[in-house]
Structure formats: structure tokens, C-alpha cells
């Protein structure tokens, strides 16, 4: 086992340096860069001022090309930053000159109280429903939740937010929830219970939106388990031994049917940090990661989208190995390295 996690981890170093490597390439060649917007801006600026706007000589743009860091050559800038994202030295961002770390410190709140709160509902709900649906194949109550599931598979979460608001947060109809950030303004003065409840009901809206498209794919994945489990011959087998419904389904069926489950797990919980919607948080007014990165690639903040994708593809490496490695708390037949030949 342990020969297994050192394999793994020495892995993650060329696919961490394979995904760096092209997202640094890809921004050498992408037009509009910091450099060129902040030329652009000072020869605005001269232009406001009567001056030409093609005044700025060769020593001025070398200050700027400094300012970012483009005074040197691309090979010597890529291993410069390889040396400080080991460090995790991020640097700084180029358009709020903040640490990178800070920047997506600030954003986190936001993104994880969305991603930990859908992550748990989905899982939470489906997972007793696909079990349910499993055990009720082919009755009413099958077909039934069959249906809603995917007709909230159906509705993209971004139409749905437009239905809600205009339904629920001062549109045309009824203004119960609110349509802007993830607390009231005057949070801190509230007493905690009053402060709990008003963090879940600037959750309200956008966690629906969120959640609804997830619930098909994970209901329609725990039944199918379930039912594959259901028709095995061990089943049979534990049923004539007089065992009860419930002992063969939680002590016997369960903790094989959890297998398919928990590989989609490592997604899931990636999800929890950048998988949240884009047009989620700005239709609510949510200013997270997700935001946060459309926003640092239009503006060309170098530093904080290689920082962040740093970050996010070693989360998701890293919840790969822990997902595998569940594998083993689930069913100890498995094994891995060189236990398994």
C-alpha cells in the first residue's frame, strides 16, 4: 500500500507540470495581455490629456514589461515560476496586487458554501431515493420519481435561477428570498441563530439551481447498482438463510452496491471548489471562484489563473488517490502495488 500512495504521488509531479506547462503556453500566445492593456490605457490617458497617444517610447515600455515580469525570456519566466508554485508562491495579481492566496481566500467562502452544501443535498437525497427506486422497480412510485428526476435534469440550473427569481426574489410575482450575496449586509449585528438562518436563506435560490441537475445522474447510478447487486447469488443465498429485507440490503447489498458510487466521488468533491456555476454566482450575485476565474482570464491576470488551475488539478489528483484508496475501506479485497499480482 505504501509503495502504491509513493507511485501515485510521484505522478502527480508530470501531470501537475504537463497542465502548468500548457496553460503557460497558452497564455504566451494569447493577444491582449497585461502588458498590451496597460500600453493601451497610458496612451488613452495621454490621449485625455492632449498628448499623443503614441508618445511612449521604447524606455517606457520596458518599464512596464518589467512591472509584469516580461522583461525576460519565456523559458526563464516558466522555471521561475515552477521554483515558486513549489513553494506555493503564487505571486502577486496583476490587477488588484494582492497575493494570489489572498485573492482566492477571499473568493473561498462563497464557493465552498456552495459546493459543500449541493455536494451533500445530492447525495443525501439520492442515495435513499435510487435505493427506494431499486427495491419499488417497476411501481408507481418508480415511474413517478423517474419523471421529476429528469425533468430537473432537463432544466438548465441558469433557466431555472431566471424562473426562480422572477418568481420568488422581487420579479414579477413574490420577493421571499434575497437577490444579492451570501449574507445580509448587516450580518454581524445578528444573533446566531438569526445569523444561520439568514446564511441559508441567501442559500436558498442558488443551491436549488445547483442541485437539481446533479439529482438524475446519481439516482439513476444508485438503482442501477442496487438492482445489479439485488439479482447476484449471494442475495438469494442470504434470503434462504431467513435473513430479513433490511440485513440483506444494508449488511450485504450496501457496501458492494457503494463501489460505482464512491468513484464518482473524487468529481464531486473537486465540484466543491470550482465545479459551481459561473452563471450561477453572477445571476445571485455571488462572488466566488468560479467568477473569479472568468474575470482573471479577460483580464489577463496571468499569476491568478495559473494559480488556480495549480491548485484545482492538485485537489483533484490528490481526491483521485483518497477515492482509491477508499476502495480498500469498502471492500478489503481490493489491494494495490504489489500485493495484487
Request: aromatic share 12%; proline share 4%.
Amino acid at each position: 500500500m505504501l509503495a502504491y500512495i509513493t507511485k501515485r504521488v510521484l505522478l502527480m509531479i508530470p501531470t501537475l507540470l504537463g497542465v502548468l506547462t500548457l496553460t503557460f503556453v497558452i497564455a504566451q500566445f494569447v493577444p491582449g495581455g497585461p502588458v498590451d492593456q496597460l500600453i493601451a490605457q497610458t496612451r488613452e490617458r495621454n490621449l485625455s490629456g492632449g498628448r499623443s497617444g503614441h508618445d511612449l517610447d521604447a524606455k517606457q515600455i520596458a518599464q512596464i514589461k518589467a512591472l509584469y515580469g516580461f522583461d525576460k525570456p519565456p523559458l526563464e519566466r516558466y522555471v521561475l515560476m515552477l521554483g515558486n508554485f513549489s513553494r506555493f508562491d503564487f505571486g502577486k495579481s496583476f490587477t488588484s496586487s494582492k497575493d494570489v492566496w489572498q485573492v482566492i481566500r477571499e473568493k473561498m467562502p462563497v464557493t465552498i458554501s456552495l459546493g459543500v452544501w449541493s455536494f451533500l443535498i445530492a447525495y443525501l437525497i439520492s442515495i435513499p431515493l435510487g435505493i427506494a427506486k431499486a427495491v419499488r422497480e417497476g411501481t408507481n412510485f418508480d415511474a413517478f420519481t423517474t419523471l421529476l428526476v429528469l425533468i430537473g435534469f432537463a432544466i438548465p440550473g441558469f433557466v431555472l435561477g431566471v424562473l426562480l427569481i422572477v418568481l420568488f426574489a422581487g420579479g414579477t410575482f413574490l420577493d421571499w428570498f434575497p437577490l444579492r450575496g451570501l449574507v445580509s449586509d448587516n450580518w454581524a449585528s445578528f444573533g446566531w441563530p438569526h445569523k444561520i438562518l439568514d446564511y441559508l436563506w441567501h442559500l436558498t435560490l442558488p443551491l436549488i439551481c445547483l442541485t437539481i441537475g446533479s439529482f438524475a445522474t446519481l439516482t439513476v447510478l444508485t438503482k442501477n447498482t442496487f438492482l445489479e447487486e439485488i439479482r447476484k447469488q449471494y442475495v438469494l443465498v442470504a434470503r434462504a438463510k431467513g435473513l430479513s429485507e433490511r440485513d440483506v440490503l444494508y449488511k450485504h447489498i450496501f457496501r458492494n452496491a457503494l463501489l460505482p458510487i464512491i468513484t464518482g466521488l473524487p468529481a464531486a468533491v473537486v465540484a466543491v471548489f470550482f465545479g459551481g456555476s459561473l452563471l450561477i454566482e453572477t445571476l445571485f450575485s455571488l462572488d466566488g471562484l468560479g467568477l473569479l476565474s472568468y474575470e482573471s482570464i479577460i483580464k489577463r491576470d496571468y499569476p491568478v489563473v495559473l494559480g488556480s488551475v495549480y491548485l484545482f488539478t492538485l485537489m483533484g489528483l490528490v481526491t483521485k488517490l483518497i477515492s482509491d484508496l477508499a476502495y480498500v475501506v469498502v471492500d478489503p479485497r481490493i489491494q494495490f502495488g504489489s500485493a495484487a499480482r
